[in-house]
């Protein structure tokens, strides 16, 4: 049974840095693909970035150059390091992964992703 839980979301002033957490348990080893969207009410589910098995990553235009994707294989956890934020990024944080390598075409569609996390909020001011 796979479980993912994300810790790390908070507030922050603009400029500022938060780093989320997703620790998967029950995963077996193979293929992968994991990563971090946001939501807001109302609004559709977006891809921020994500990271594949074979370590390739891929982020969404607006984070490019202020998001760090990376993944600790010794304790299956995702991080998404968040720099320089703006108001704008402020979300709702989802942790998502799916049993197969990301894929160019629907790294970002959330119907590719069969595990999520509850999401943690992240508030930028």
């Known amino acids: 049974h796979v479980q993912l839980v994300e810790s790390g979301g908070g507030s922050v002033q603009a400029g500022g840095s938060l780093r989320l957490s997703c620790a998967a348990s029950?995963?077996?080893?193979?293929?992968?693909?994991m990563g971090w969207f946001r939501q807001d009410p109302g609004k559709e589910r977006d891809g921020v970035a994500v990271?594949?098995?074979?370590?390739?990553?891929r982020y969404a235009d607006s984070v490019k150059g202020r998001f760090t994707l990376s993944k600790d294989n010794a304790t299956a956890t995702l991080y998404l390091q968040m720099d320089s934020l703006k108001p704008e990024d402020s979300s709702m944080y989802y942790c998502?992964?799916?049993?197969?390598?990301?894929?160019?075409?629907?790294?970002?569609?959330?119907?590719?992703?069969?595990?999520w996390g509850q999401g943690t909020q992240v508030t930028v001011s």
């Open positions: 998502a992964a799916a049993r197969d390598d990301c894929r160019a075409a629907s790294w970002s569609d959330p119907g590719y992703f069969g595990y």
């Open positions: 029950g995963w077996t080893s193979g293929r992968y693909c």
């Open positions: 990271i594949s098995s074979d370590r390739r990553t």
